[in-house]
Nanobody
C-alpha cells in the first residue's frame, strides 16, 4: 500500500509564500511521477503541477505558472510545492498524487493517478 503524506498547509495572507511537502517511500518515489491537485469548496478537483519520476518534464496549470514551483528531493523521498504570491483563489485542499511511470496531465487527468494523499488545507486570506 502506497502512502502519501502531505504537510505544510495553513492560513496565509494574500501575496505570502507557503511550501507544501509530500513524503512517500523510496520505491514509490523512484518509479512514480508526482503531482499536486487542489479542490476548492464546491468545485471539482483540479490539476496544479506535476514532475516526472526522472525529474523532467515538469508541468504547471496556467493558473499557477510563474508563482508555484514543484520539485523533488530524492534523498528525502519528498516532493514539494513552493507557493509564492498566493491569491485568495488558491484557497483549497491540496492533494499529493502519484502516477506510475510518466504522467501527462492533459492526456490523463485524474484517471492517470493511482494514489492520493489525504490532503492539506491552504487558506489564503484577502
Amino acid at each position: 500500500q502506497v502512502e502519501l503524506v502531505e504537510s505544510g498547509g495553513g492560513l496565509v495572507q494574500t501575496g505570502a509564500s507557503l511550501r507544501l511537502s509530500c513524503a512517500t517511500d523510496r520505491l514509490t518515489f523512484s518509479s512514480y511521477s508526482m503531482a499536486w491537485f487542489r479542490q476548492a469548496p464546491g468545485k471539482d478537483r483540479e490539476y496544479v503541477a506535476s514532475i516526472s519520476w526522472t525529474g523532467s518534464p515538469i508541468y504547471y496549470d496556467d493558473s499557477v505558472k510563474g508563482r508555484f514551483t514543484i520539485s523533488r528531493d530524492k534523498a528525502k523521498n519528498t516532493v514539494y510545492l513552493q507557493m509564492n504570491k498566493v491569491k485568495f483563489e488558491d484557497t483549497a485542499v491540496y492533494y499529493c498524487a502519484a502516477a506510475e511511470g510518466e504522467y501527462y496531465p492533459d492526456l490523463q487527468g485524474v484517471d492517470g493517478i493511482q494514489y492520493w494523499g489525504k490532503g492539506t488545507l491552504v487558506t489564503v486570506s484577502s
